[in-house]
């Protein structure tokens, strides 16, 4: 197994920035496969992390992943270069993975309340290895409305700034941060309470 | 943690709050993801793509002898009641066999195809043939099914 996250310390935002450029000369050529090659190779980790911090579960985030690689292919002719293209893409994920919790919500509705069973599926993961507070945090995340939960992963775990979050999110940066503040007021709320 | 608005407050309020999730991913996934994702994007295309499936020779048969039947029925529809030579009382048989096709095409209905297609057939299924269906076959089928030789005669 590897240390998760340890591509935020080559990544983040000015790596993708860059990437942006060489992407947009290939699309501009209509070399659609080599701006493809350059998206899967480059995009591949932060995507995955933003996926897996909504989902959970490794073998979901992999589905939704390969998803989101298929529909980015597909759409590649007919991106319109308006947004960065990581913005785009992070777009898709998104959406794909918004899409996948409400099917898992409706599949789980009748059997088993969401949130407990997010709960079991992320502590029983076999590639989950954190301690007791990475299981608080976890736990207090999922207690988030579906939209703070992602403006807190994009911030605090992938360490993403709020314009670029505003981009992705299509979200006014001032709205994002009175977001990230309530999440953080309630996870510490929930924090504490767990721990009296 | 990086901030890009110090004002901001956007430290956990938590001593030993976790900068990580917990969460890892499989040894080597990321090396093996690209060839993952080229490969189901490959299989896409190649299930997209507009396949011509030759047609079983069983299954071939059996809608060449429906078509055939409803081709039958319209020729013989045609030719009889068109035709000022049959009398009355062969116009009458001719009424009832052609009923009787009518009635035979009526019934294949969705268990006539269950029971008697495979699904491979089914999704075999494909139009491409129906120009072998002719006049003549037509002739042949009526008379393999039992049509009086003497009326096909007459009025074919």
């Known amino acids: 197994m590897i240390k998760p996250f340890a591509f935020l310390s080559i990544l983040p935002s000015m790596k993708l920035d860059a990437q942006d450029e060489r992407i947009k000369e290939h699309l501009a050529k209509s070399d659609f496969k080599t701006a493809f090659e350059i998206i899967l190779s480059e995009f591949k980790q932060p995507l995955y992390w933003h996926i897996r911090n909504m989902l959970l579960s490794?073998?979901?985030?992999?589905?939704?992943l390969q998803e989101t690689f298929i529909k980015i292919w597909k759409n590649l002719p007919r991106f319109e270069q308006r947004s960065k293209v990581y913005s785009w893409a992070y777009r898709i994920a998104t959406n794909e993975s918004l899409g996948f919790i409400d099917k898992?919500?409706?599949?789980?509705?009748?059997?088993?309340?969401?949130?407990?069973?997010?709960?079991?599926?992320?502590?029983?993961?076999?590639?989950?290895?954190?301690?007791?507070?990475?299981?608080?945090?976890?736990?207090?995340?999922?207690?988030?409305?579906?939209?703070?939960?992602?403006?807190?992963?994009?911030?605090?775990?992938?360490?993403?700034?709020?314009?670029?979050?505003?981009?992705?999110t299509e979200t006014s940066v001032g709205a994002l941060k009175a977001s990230y503040h309530h999440a953080v007021r309630k996870i510490e709320d929930f924090v504490k309470i767990k721990s009296d | 943690m990086n901030t890009d608005n110090n004002n901001e407050k956007d430290f956990l309020n938590w001593e030993g709050a976790p900068k990580i999730s917990g969460m890892k991913v499989p040894k080597g996934y990321f090396d093996r993801l690209e060839t993952s994702v080229l490969q189901s994007i490959s299989a896409e295309e190649t299930l997209t793509e507009t396949k011509v499936i030759p047609i079983p020779k069983k299954s071939n048969s059996k809608i060449i002898s429906i078509f055939t039947a409803i081709?039958?029925?319209?020729?013989?529809?045609?030719?009889?009641?068109?035709?000022?030579?049959?009398n009355d009382i062969t116009n009458e048989l001719a009424e009832e066999l052609l009923l009787d096709e009518w009635t035979n095409l009526a019934n294949i209905d969705d268990y006539f195809i269950a029971e008697n297609f495979t699904e491979a057939e089914l999704a075999s299924i494909s139009f491409e043939n129906k120009d072998e269906i002719t006049a003549q076959a037509a002739f042949e089928y009526m008379l393999d099914e039992g049509y009086p030789e003497y009326l096909l005669y007459e009025t074919y």
């Open chain 2, 71 to 86: 081709a039958a029925a319209l020729i013989g529809a045609v030719l009889i009641f068109n035709n000022p030579a049959t």
């Open chain 1, 58 to 64: 490794h073998d979901d985030t992999d589905d939704i």
């Open chain 1, 104 to 168: 898992r919500k409706r599949k789980h509705a009748e059997s088993l309340d969401d949130n407990q069973h997010l709960e079991n599926t992320m502590f029983a993961e076999e590639y989950f290895d954190g301690d007791e507070a990475h299981k608080t945090l976890l736990a207090a995340v999922q207690t988030l409305p579906q939209k703070q939960q992602m403006i807190f992963n994009m911030k605090y775990f992938q360490e993403m700034k709020y314009d670029e979050i505003s981009e992705i």
